[in-house]
């Protein structure tokens, strides 16, 4: 698909700079199957989907993945976590440390120097948090051949582990299209409510909007709810520098369909029951793990599926998700999924409607063209 088919028009003041006040409170713009637009609220979710359904959410949850790094000289590097990739033991303060090593973005004022120790510097929020008296360092090992992406090793001073560090010494890696820094409020907003496995850099932003309430309200309806894990990474978020989606190349993400996820999908099927994906993480997650029977199967394992109009869906009837950038693959997703003229159209009346974009802003549910 060519790329520029997935453009529209957005005034900035669109984009969300906060949350809403309230999870529940965020605007919900209903694509029913007959095309008819509805303007609703996420606090009405129970009563908008089918009666029986089976919503899947994505339970990762987002490390604190943005370091500031100091040098010797005062210099100091910004490096962004992407992706875990081992430990490894190294040399430092004289003696061998237990390291992790992570795949990972960096940049400076100065070109990057490779084997330079950097202490990590702690968010001024987060400091108060430190009990160990240790401290959080990073070494730019070099760059991935796989990839091109830096390998950096992280380890510590004193007993402080290096994943409690990260979490003390780490920032919440916003989005860029945030022109604000990161505030307090953001170590929760920024966050499901459900989240469970560390190892994303960026929030399922679906799963944003509900609550505990909102579950329980869904549970009222006879609507179960399991979860599938994707830790969201680049492959989600990397901008399309390609005039044709056949030649964009996605970067993988770890995902994981346990066992019950798995039958609890395929009971629904039985039984003739909507699948609702909570977020287009969980599309990614439920079709790399589909046959093309439909059947979902218990798996995990990295994924590098890129969805765009012309796939044949196996796995999901019914997407709640907010609203994407142009030209990007999580749009082109959307467009798979509901129809690109239909999901297009639907934007521009989210636009003309002052719906808020992205991130931090309103949602769509969306049910699957036929």
Known sequence: MRVDRLHYDLPTDRIAQHPSPEREQARLLVVSPDDDLKHRKITELAELLPEGSLVVLNDTRVMPARLIAQKETGGRVEVFLVRHVGSRSIEAFGETRNAAIWRALGKASKALRFGVDMRVVPAQARSERLDSGGSLFVR???????????????????????????????????????????DAADADRYQTVFARVDGAIAAPTAGLHLTHALLGRLAVRG???????????????????????????????????????????????????????????????????????????????????????????????????????????????????????????????AVREGYRFYSYGDAMLLHRAP
């Open 140 to 182: 730019l090992l070099g760059r991935s051949a796989d990839d091109g992406l830096l390998e950096v090793a992280l380890f510590t001073s004193g007993k402080l582990e290096v994943d409690a560090a990260v979490r003390a010494f780490g920032r919440m890696p916003l989005p860029p299209y945030i022109k604000r820094d990161v």
């Open 223 to 349: 609507i179960e709810v399991v979860t599938v894990t994707l830790h969201v990474g680049l492959g989600t978020f990397q901008p399309v520098l390609v005039e044709d989606l056949d030649e964009h190349k996605m970067h993988r993400e770890w995902y994981d369909v346990s066992r019950p996820t798995a039958q609890a999908i395929a009971n629904a099927r039985a039984r003739g029951a909507k699948i609702v994906a909570v977020g287009t993480t969980v599309v990614r997650a439920l079709e790399s793990a589909a046959e093309q029977t439909g059947e979902v199967r218990a798996t995990s394992g990295e994924t590098a599926l890129l969805i765009q109009p012309g796939y044949g869906f196996r796995a999901v009837d019914v997407l709640l998700t907010n609203f994407h950038l142009p030209r990007s693959t999580l749009l082109a997703l959307v467009c798979a999924f509901g129809g690109t003229e239909r999901v297009l159209s639907a934007y521009e009346v």
